[in-house]
């Protein structure tokens, strides 16, 4: 059997970061809570948490001047405060890429409408939600763009400023600028497609790589978004496609062996864990 791997599978440079200094955290200390999973990943977790990490999906479960790891995704606001006014140490995990764009619709949050481009609900999300203050809007689908139009005319602003989640869909993300521009006509609006290029790239592979081969393995963690993407392209290039999270949910039988497959993984993704499936298929 022929295997195709991707070279842009598995950890991105901001999830191997967070699990790097998260790591390092437990190590040397007792007592490191974490809101939320640093990644969506369960053996990841699973590991980190058999060295001590205690995750927790509140902050009142964060003990005064204790320490707290900040997740990749990041945080609102908010959560920074409070954890300053509890004396809790923070060990900022938070993607350079994240980081950014809570930066920009802080700025531009004083006198334009924030629409995050994005999953309603992910953590990212709301993250950059805390930044953007009360006159922002979560736009998912061509659904919301009349509600973000909406909301957007009770402000009385006149300008418009668009992000996008790092790891959202390149193509559905152009489906929805162009949206917004035709509904957005006499506002002043400024797109800036904050899709982290490593996303772009490795949804890119995956397209080539599913056209490519007759069954295609996409690894990641369940509730991981980046990994979803993975999983729609694939499926639209290919018949046979497995959306897995170790090599013990593959079965031999399952796979004609003259045949050629693909591997693609999410940004979440361990590499010991690719190079498992890699060996399954040789």
């Known amino acids: 059997m022929e295997v195709i791997v991707g070279k842009y599978a598995g950890f991105c440079g901001g999830v191997k970061l967070a699990v790097q200094k998260t790591d390092e955290a437990v190590t040397k200390n007792e007592n490191v809570y974490c809101l939320g999973e640093v990644v969506h990943n369960k053996q990841v977790i699973e590991s980190l948490e058999a060295k001590g990490l205690k995750i927790v ?86 659904d919301d763009i009349l509600d973000a139009y909406m909301e957007f005319e009770n402000t009385g602003l006149s300008k418009v400023y668009v992000v996008a989640q790092t790891t959202f869909s390149s193509s559905a993300f152009d489906i929805l600028e162009k949206e917004i521009y035709t509904n957005f006509i006499e506002a002043d609006v400024v797109v800036d497609k904050t899709i982290c290029n490593s996303t772009e790239i490795r949804q890119k592979e995956c397209e080539e790589i599913s056209k490519e081969v007759d069954y295609m393995i996409v690894v990641g963690g369940k509730n991981s978004a980046n990994t979803r993407k993975l999983v729609d392209i694939s499926n639209k290039n290919c018949d046979s496609v497995f959306f897995i999270q170790t090599v013990s949910d593959l079965n031999k039988e399952a796979f004609d062996y003259t045949k050629k497959v693909g591997i693609m993984a999410g940004a979440s993704t361990p590499e010991n864990i690719i190079k498992e499936i890699v060996d399954f298929f040789m």
Do not use: Q, W
């Not at 954890?83 to 950014?100: F, L, R, Y």
């Not at 009360?134 to 689908?141: A, K, L, M, R």
């Open 57 to 142: 999906y509140d902050i009142k479960d964060v003990p005064n001047g204790s320490k707290m790891i900040i997740r990749a995704h990041g945080e609102s606001e908010k959560i920074y405060e409070t954890a300053h006014e509890k004396n809790i140490e923070i060990i900022d995990t938070t993607c350079g890429n994240v980081k950014v764009i809570h930066n920009k619709v802080k700025k531009a949050s004083s006198d334009s409408f924030i629409i995050v481009i994005g999953e309603k609900g992910h953590p990212e999300v709301l993250g950059t939600l805390g930044f953007a203050g009360e006159n922002s809007y979560v736009v998912e689908s061509e």
